[in-house]
């Protein structure tokens, strides 16, 4: 007997439910002290809308997802080790959530901060 499949309905995340997701995991990188925006123009507009997520840009293309993380790293951490860290902790976390793979995790490291040692 053939199997019948119905589809209940569909499902959608929106690139903003995303970006939430892979901002709260980027914050839990060691090194990681904050996010970035990538240029002026969109760190105005980061500021005129509460939602936004600043330092995440979400591209999604069909069936793929890219996710672009703009980071200040702490000063003396390895830059390329930190770097590692975030893909592979926003990458899990993120397909764990959604449970589909992610195509792309691309770290940009916009500013180095020095802590203040008082």
Do not use: W
């Amino acid at each position: 007997m053939p199997e019948r499949r119905q589809s209940l309905g569909r499902i959608e995340v929106s690139p903003a439910a995303i970006a939430s997701i892979a901002n709260e995991a980027v914050l839990t990188c060691y090194g990681i002290v904050g996010t970035a925006n990538r240029d002026l123009a969109i760190g105005i507009v980061n500021l005129l809308s509460p939602d936004s997520k600043r330092g995440i840009e979400v591209h999604v293309d069909g069936e793929s997802i890219t996710i672009d993380v703009y980071v200040i790293i702490e000063y003396g951490t390895r830059i390329v080790t930190v770097a590692r860290s975030a893909i592979n902790v926003v990458k899990f976390s993120v397909e764990r959530v959604l449970g589909i793979p992610i195509a792309e995790v691309n770290v940009h490291v916009e500013e180095l901060r020095v802590s203040n040692t008082d």
